[in-house]
């Protein structure tokens, strides 16, 4: 590897890549621009915390489409294994080339060698890990990690630290090139620091009221200024009260564009109420978030 690792052509600093960032509706700021960055000229996976909503996933999204290279995404959860993100056996194709064999009578084909070819790579389906080391280039994102066991996240430790696997029947795989990887973490529980350490670390902060009316306008552009403008403010607002899920970027897109389709050209506290579910998912923020005074948060917002 070069000491460009695996930045594209024409990718000279962290502004350059902010700029084909934005090309792909991704509005990063300095410190996201630095520290993708540098996982790609080093390169290191990119360990991206922070709450749900901030915009972790939709950075590996725009790499994919920056890179020109296929996104592929292992999501995380409660039990998952390494059989799950790595490779699974055809068993139905595997079961249909037997019955077949043995319904042309193959004569001289021995059980040894049906047994290699019903384990070839014709019959092995790739799990998004897999697919990523045989895949150059490839993004892949390692989609909310900490809702992972301690046994898997020792796993991706091994897998990150080489970029190899063995399938015990088909031997070595491993990647001529490695995958851009990125790994989220909502922060539901703590991450191992072995993982960390492996990675580049970057806390994702929500954004500056500035930025989140700017990605806002850019994926609703059809919603007026003054609307995008009072959501982003409320929104903001909201982040500052006690609620169990603070609204993320996505959220205040998803409420503009619920405000939007209701033909709606600002927010009006009627309005506003009637479409908390948009930005508020779960029912005790609803009921605290009609406890305060809507007209306030709306006039906190620009114009408003």
Not at 6 to 17: H, N, Y
Not at 22 to 33: G, I, S
Not at 200 to 212: D, G, I, K
Not at 229 to 258: C, F, N
Request: hydrophobic letters at 45%.
């Amino acid at each position: 590897m070069d000491r460009r690792g695996l930045l594209p052509e024409g990718v000279a600093s962290p502004a350059d890549l902010a700029r084909l960032l934005a090309e792909a509706d991704y509005l990063a700021d300095v410190d996201v621009a630095t520290a993708t960055y540098l996982a790609l000229a080093l390169p290191r996976p990119l360990f991206l915390e922070g709450e749900a909503g901030v915009g972790k996933t939709s950075l590996a999204r725009a790499l994919s489409q920056v890179l020109d290279a296929p996104l592929l995404r292992l999501q995380c959860y409660e039990g998952i294994d390494s059989s799950q993100a790595l490779y699974d056996w055809d068993f139905p194709r595997q079961l249909l080339h037997l019955r077949a064999a043995e319904s042309a009578s193959r004569n001289g084909v021995d059980a040894a060698q049906l047994e290699e070819e019903v384990y070839s790579r014709r019959f092995l389906l790739a799990r998004p890990l897999l697919a990523a080391l045989e895949t150059s280039p490839s993004v892949l994102l390692i989609d909310e990690v900490d809702r992972a066991d301690d046994e898997f996240e020792a796993f991706l430790l091994e897998v990150l630290s080489d970029y190899t696997v063995t399938v015990p029947e088909l031997g070595t795989v491993r990647a001529e090139v490695p995958p851009i990887v990125v790994v989220t973490s909502n922060r539901t529980r703590e991450v191992h620091d072995a993982l960390k350490r492996r990675c580049l670390y970057h806390w994702v902060e929500h954004p500056t009221f500035e930025r989140e009316v700017a990605i806002v306008r850019r994926r609703v552009p059809e919603a007026s200024a003054q609307l995008v403008e009072q959501v982003a403010a409320a929104a903001q607002a909201l982040r500052g009260e006690d609620l169990l899920k603070p609204p993320g970027v996505s959220e205040s897109i998803d409420w503009t564009m619920a405000l939007v389709a209701l033909g709606a050209e600002r927010l009006d506290a009627d309005t506003a109420t009637a479409t908390l579910g948009a930005v508020l998912k779960y029912r005790e923020d609803v009921l605290q978030a009609k406890r305060l005074d809507v007209s306030e948060l709306i006039g906190r917002s620009i114009g408003g």
